[in-house]
């Protein structure tokens, strides 16, 4: 641009001086022009969870993606060669990615599961093609972006899903399982791990890989001392393992991760088994290691517990749940293998109190609140604690096993849910996801 400038403005001084412009022979220089180089086109595309949203046609030519993170977690954004850093949510960043050329072309978020729930879109680069042309990749089932309604069509929706809570759906995971008692006291547990379809809320029935035919698989519970047998029977396609994720003290031959603690994964068709004693209390998750970055999200995993965790002095707790929650895989965000309205709802009279494990085998933290009643802390990761503490809300990270008691104070429905909105609520108005209630009578 400086060397255009500067040609201009000699030409002017050539007129100005009396001439046309032109140079007389062997005494002026003629100055090339410089071709400024084409100015990108810019594209815009959004991420959440877990969607990508932009366009899918673009001409050819030098182009700027121009990526910008709404979810409530960190995203990135991949196109052949090129990628952004993690963004955060509200961050942006401004990818080059040079001329593009005439093809099909698939963008992904690179974060550790993601592509796998949805966060892919595929575009086309082609001559003449509307760049206004947007789409959606991903299973966001129609939460990401934005959704023009009216109050009274987004009041209809949020109405019609309240309303059907709490709604039926085919199987339900985390089972107590009864043990096969051996004739020296071993407690044998057979989990077989199969794919199987799995009903997530009404009508939406998904791809999902599972112990026994549940997700969450069946819940073991057995007492410290106890020897344990652990028979896994793998019908899948693909290599697998059992890991028991906070089980205390448990040997190496049951870690369960292949060409590390055992001598390969279990491949398929075949049977694994590890027997040990229980020493101490636990308060762990089973699930699969290898190749867990598929299996898992999409639902194999489940609840071991060994003994008590105790209670302080003062509290009528009448019952013990387990809380797994997810977010990835083709089970999406639910509590327990269900989205709501299909999640189950705990109903205490007021004074008793519920053992709550909360179990976190997804890929983002969870801050679970609860409405007006109080929870009190008693263990993390199966540790008591010495000094139990109150909340309303507890974060619960990917991994994490937290133990408390819900006390039932004042009568009514309070919600239950986790506090990161894009889980629960769409923004056409319906509610789902990560939604339960606790019913306090009288």
């Known amino acids: ?61 030098p182009t700027v993606f121009e990526v910008i993170n709404e979810g409530a977690v960190f995203h990135n954004l991949k196109f052949e060669g090129f990628q952004t850093p993690d963004l955060n949510n509200g961050e942006s960043h401004m990818l080059d990615v040079g001329n593009l050329e005439p093809g099909t072309y698939t963008i992904t978020c690179e974060v550790p599961g993601h592509a796998g729930a949805g966060m892919t879109l595929d575009i086309t680069v ?41 709604a039926r759906t085919e199987g339900l995971g985390a089972q107590l399982m009864d043990p096969n008692v051996l004739p020296d006291g071993t407690k044998e547990f057979h989990l077989v791990v199969d794919e199987i379809k799995w009903e997530v809320e009404p009508g939406k029935v998904v791809d999902g890989i599972a112990y026994n035919g549940q997700i969450p698989g069946p819940t073991i519970k057995v007492d410290v001392g106890d020897r344990v047998k652990i028979v896994v029977e793998n019908r899948l396609d693909m290599i697998t393992s059992w890991h028991p994720h906070g089980l205390r003290r448990h040997p190496i031959e049951a870690d369960g991760v292949g060409f590390i603690t055992q001598p390969t994964p279990i491949r398929p068709g075949e049977t694994w088994e590890v027997s040990f004693i229980v020493p101490e209390e636990s308060v762990a998750m089973y699930h699969g290691h290898d190749m867990g970055l598929h299996q898992v999200p999409n639902g194999l995993a489940g609840a071991f517990l060994v003994g008590e965790m105790p209670i302080p002095d003062g509290w ?18 639910s509590l327990n293998g269900k989205s709501f309205p299909a999640t189950k709802p705990y ?44 909340v309303d809300t507890l974060d619960v990270a990917p991994g994490e096993r ?3 008691l819900v006390l039932a104070e004042q009568p009514g429905t309070w919600v239950w849910h986790c506090h990161i909105f894009s889980h629960v609520e769409k923004p056409d108005g319906t509610m789902f996801g990560m939604i339960t209630a606790l019913i306090v009578e009288e």
């Open 1 to 61: 641009m400086v060397a255009v400038v500067t040609a201009f403005l000699a030409g002017m001084a050539a007129v100005r001086a009396g001439g046309d412009g032109a140079s007389e022979p062997g005494t002026g220089t003629t100055t090339p022009r410089e071709t400024p180089q084409d100015t990108p086109q810019v594209v815009t595309y959004t991420l959440n969870e877990f969607s990508i949203t932009g366009p899918t046609e673009i001409p050819p030519g």
């Open 126 to 166: 082609e001559e003449g093609a509307d760049p206004g042309s947007e789409g959606s990749g991903g299973h966001d089932g129609g939460h990401g972006g934005s959704v023009w309604l009216t109050w009274q069509e987004l009041e209809e929706n949020m109405k019609r899903s309240v309303q059907t809570f709490p």
């Open 347 to 390: 109903v205490l009279k007021q004074g008793q109190a519920l053992m709550v494990h909360y179990m976190n085998e997804g890929l983002m933290n969870h801050p679970m609140h609860l409405h007006n009643n109080r929870q009190l802390v008693i263990a993390k990761d199966g540790f008591p604690l010495e000094s139990p503490y109150y």
């Open 316 to 333: 009528d707790v009448v019952g013990e749940e387990v809380l797994v929650t997810n977010d990835s895989g083709n089970i999406g965000f």
């Open 402 to 404: 937290y133990t408390v």
